[in-house]
């Protein structure tokens, strides 16, 4: 199993998706082991796209991210980073596939409602910003059984 980390952005906390990305994962069969609603200070916008530094979009980009609160979970399931970053869809919304999150809900690349880690290294760097041990629940969905063979 892997876990993958998935924050609802400011403009999805905003246009009421919280409940809605939930669902998806939810009714795909995933896990959330950890969840958290927090507004971003500048400090932890800037670890978390560390990599963006120096970008054109680099400052927008933090001044969207610390905007309002966001959400940010720990998902739990067989190839979870992958599949989660496939539920969400191509960075801009506009290349993305109907029936992904951006593709459903998005527009704009500034304004694409989620944010989801892209590989393994990703997913435990982006964790350990938002979350500690504690933070985590083990548990098992009673479901897990007919979800997985
Ligand atoms: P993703 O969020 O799909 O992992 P990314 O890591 O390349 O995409 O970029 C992080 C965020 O930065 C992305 O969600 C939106 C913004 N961004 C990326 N490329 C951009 C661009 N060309 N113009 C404006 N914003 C961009
Ligand atoms: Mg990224």
Do not use: C
């Not at 952005?9 to 795909?28: C, N, T, Y």
């Not at 609603?37 to 560390?50: I, S, V």
């Amino acid at each position: 199993m892997e876990t993958t980390f998935l924050m609802v952005k400011p403009d999805g906390v905003q246009r009421g998706f919280i409940g809605e990305v939930v669902s998806r994962l939810e009714e795909r069969g995933l896990r959330m082991t950890a969840m958290k609603m927090m507004q971003l200070d500048r400090e932890a916008a800037k670890e978390h796209y560390a990599e963006h530094e120096g970008k054109d979009f680099y400052e927008p980009l933090l001044k969207y991210i610390t905007s309002g609160p966001v959400v940010a979970m720990a998902v739990k399931g067989n190839s979870a980073i992958s599949l989660v970053r496939d539920m969400v869809g191509e960075t801009d919304p506009k290349d993305a596939k109907p029936g992904t999150i951006r593709g459903d809900f998005g527009i704009d690349v500034g304004r694409n409602i989620v944010h989801a880690a892209d590989s393994s290294e990703s997913a435990e760097r982006e964790l350990d910003i938002f979350f500690n041990g504690s933070d985590y629940q083990e548990y098992k969905r009673v479901e897990e059984s007919w979800v997985y063979e």
